[in-house]
């Protein structure tokens, strides 16, 4: 077994997009190379229903798949194809723009006023880039479940993982997008392929992914004194970059840790991207833009 290092841990910085929606961006509009095939992640929460609820008017997409996943209150979504619906907690909707289409999102909160939710975006390939576009709605129970003996629990969006396949089927990139909960002071090994990319993201507890012996497991490196309180160097809204491997450790710290582990296979294909748009030239993206302003960007029927 080879042991994934963490190559670099990143704080998802506040942004606000949309028509006022206030979030925190773990990745995106920069460094593709390093989490190819995925292009964006977004955390958006809060409960402060001025802080969301303007949401994500009318945009276009083309060229990628976009991956909603609701924690909490819920996502309404409309687009050019005429589809309607609404995603609560725990549902999930994979949207593969393709050629193009128009959308819209819009958040609100539970009776509480929490909302939370994550959206990640993944590069489509050249061959699929002009691609039907497609939904794939996943409720919440279709999802498959996994507990371990020592607590670990999972919820498998795609790809397979501990023996159950994810619904989500049909994708360029073949992503493995899994849920983790790690109980309190667990240390945890998964597996995982090693020509793909692959990236944690911790929004509950804290923990640490890097490999050391018992006791020191939940030390830093920085930390020499073995009698010194823990520190956990992986916490909510971070995202820890991984080396290539075929598996990965996480020591979860006293309130557990729980985090989305997503891996992918890399394109290496050239990225001509303008916001929403993402295709391989920029010739393609003019010619996308100049679509958009002629009327003439959505192909399908």
Known sequence: MSLRGTREILEAKPTIEGAGVHLRRAFGFGKTKEFDPFLLF?????????????????????????????LAGEVAHGDSLGNKGRMGAGDLQWMTAGSGI????????????????????????RSLKMTEPRYQDIPSEAIPEVTEDDGTHV????????GKRGPVEGVAADPQYVDVSVPPNKKRRLKMEV????????????????????????LTEKAHDPNAPAVYDAKNHNLVLFDRGDEIVVQAGPEGIR???????????????????????????????????????????
């Open 42 to 70: 977004d955390d958006f929460r809060g409960d402060k229903p001025e802080d969301y609820i303007a949401g994500f008017p009318w945009h276009p997409h083309r060229g990628i798949e976009t991956i909603t996943y609701v």
């Open 195 to 218: 020509t793909r990319n692959a990236f944690a993201y911790v929004f509950a507890g804290a923990g640490t992914f890097r490999d050391a012996s018992d006791p020191q497991a939940v």
């Open 155 to 162: 919820r498998i969006i795609s790809g397979e993982f501990w």
């Open 259 to 301: 985090f989305l582990l997503v891996s992918g296979k890399p394109l290496e294909e050239p990225v001509a991207w303008y916001g929403p748009i993402v295709m391989n030239t920029p010739e393609e993206l003019r010619t996308a833009m100049s679509e958009l302003q002629t009327g003439k960007f959505i192909k399908h029927k």
């Open 102 to 125: 128009l959308h819209q999102e819009m958040p609100k909160g539970d009776a509480q006023g929490r909302m939370h939710g994550f959206q990640l975006w993944a590069n489509l390939p």
